[in-house]
C-alpha cells in the first residue's frame, strides 16, 4: 500500500460528466479534501464498449491517478465497475479502490429487504447483472429487476434533459413492464442523478429513488476516516482532466463546483 498523506487528492474517474455527481456529493460532505477527477472523454459512453476495452481504459486511468499520488480512488462508473472487479486485485497492496456498486448493495440490504428493486443502467451494468448478482449473495427476499436503458446517459452528456425529446425516452424506458409495481429505483449510472426529477416525476415520487452519489459520498467519509486519511486542512485543491476537452464538460464541472476550475487534456490511450 503507498504511503498516504491526509493532504493526498481522492482520484474519482468516470467516461464523462455523470461521476461529478459523485465528486460534488464528495465535496459537500468531505470539504476539505482535494479531488482529481477524470473524465474520459474520448471513450463515453462506457456503457456501449466491450468488457476489453472498458478494461484497458480503467487500469490507464487508475495508473494515472496513482502516480498523482492519490490517496484512494473511486470508480464514479457503474460500467467500469462492473467488469473490473476482478481486475483490480492487482491493485489491492497499492491504493484503496472503492466503487459505486457496493455502497447501494449494502443500503438496500439494510434498509429494502422484502421490496421489489428495479435497477436502470447501461448495457454493460446490466449485462453483468451485478446488482441482483451482490444483493442475492447477500439476502434471497429481494426482488430484482433491471433494465438497460442505453439512450439516457448520452442524451444527459449532450445536454437533453428538459426538452420534449428527453421526456419521450424517459417515459419509453420506465413504462417497460420489468419496473412495473417497483418500490424503488437504483439510478445505476452516474448521469442518472441529473435526470432524478424526470425520473420521480414520472412515477408520481411513488417509487423511492436510489442515488449513489449521496450514498457513496457518506461511504467513503466512514472509509477515510477509519483509516485515518480524513484532511482536516481547509486548502483546497481541485483538479479535473478530461481524455479529450469538450466545452459541454467544463460547463458541467463549474455547475457542479461553482466557480473557475482548472480543466486539462490529456492523452493517456495510445491508439
Known amino acids: 500500500m503507498i504511503s498516504a498523506k491526509k493532504e493526498n487528492p481522492i482520484g474519482i474517474f468516470d467516461s464523462g460528466i455523470g461521476g461529478l455527481t459523485i465528486a460534488n456529493a464528495i465535496k459537500k460532505v468531505l ?133 420534449d425529446i428527453s421526456q419521450t425516452i424517459i417515459s419509453n424506458y420506465l413504462s417497460h413492464h420489468k419496473l412495473k409495481k417497483i418500490n424503488h429505483l437504483v439510478l445505476a449510472c452516474t448521469h442518472y442523478p441529473l435526470i432524478e426529477k424526470e425520473i420521480s416525476n414520472y412515477f408520481n415520487k411513488k417509487v423511492n429513488i436510489i442515488d449513489s452519489s449521496k450514498i457513496t459520498a457518506n461511504y467513503i467519509y466512514h472509509e477515510i476516516t477509519a483509516k485515518n486519511l480524513l484532511n482536516k486542512a481547509s486548502q483546497k485543491k481541485h483538479h479535473f482532466y478530461v481524455s479529450n476537452y469538450t466545452h459541454s464538460f467544463e460547463n458541467s464541472a463549474k455547475f457542479f463546483f461553482e466557480k473557475a476550475i482548472k480543466l486539462e487534456e490529456v492523452k493517456l490511450f495510445n491508439h
Open 31 to 163: 470539504p476539505n479534501e482535494n479531488i482529481i477527477y477524470f473524465g474520459d472523454t474520448e471513450h463515453l459512453p462506457y456503457g456501449e464498449k466491450s468488457n476489453e476495452a472498458i478494461k484497458k481504459f480503467s487500469n490507464k486511468i487508475i495508473d494515472f491517478l496513482i502516480a498523482k499520488q492519490c490517496k484512494i480512488i473511486i470508480i464514479a462508473c457503474n460500467s467500469a465497475a462492473s467488469v473490473t472487479e476482478k481486475e483490480l486485485i492487482k491493485y489491492k497492496n497499492i491504493v484503496p479502490i472503492y466503487n459505486v456498486i457496493d455502497p447501494v448493495v449494502q443500503v438496500i440490504i439494510d434498509k429494502y429487504q422484502n421490496s421489489k428493486i428495479g435497477v436502470i443502467g447501461t448495457k454493460a451494468t446490466i449485462g453483468t447483472n451485478i446488482y441482483a448478482k451482490k444483493i442475492h449473495e447477500l439476502c434471497g427476499n429481494i426482488d430484482v429487476c433491471c433494465l438497460a436503458t442505453p439512450l439516457l446517459a448520452p442524451m444527459i452528456e449532450e445536454g437533453f434533459i428538459s426538452e
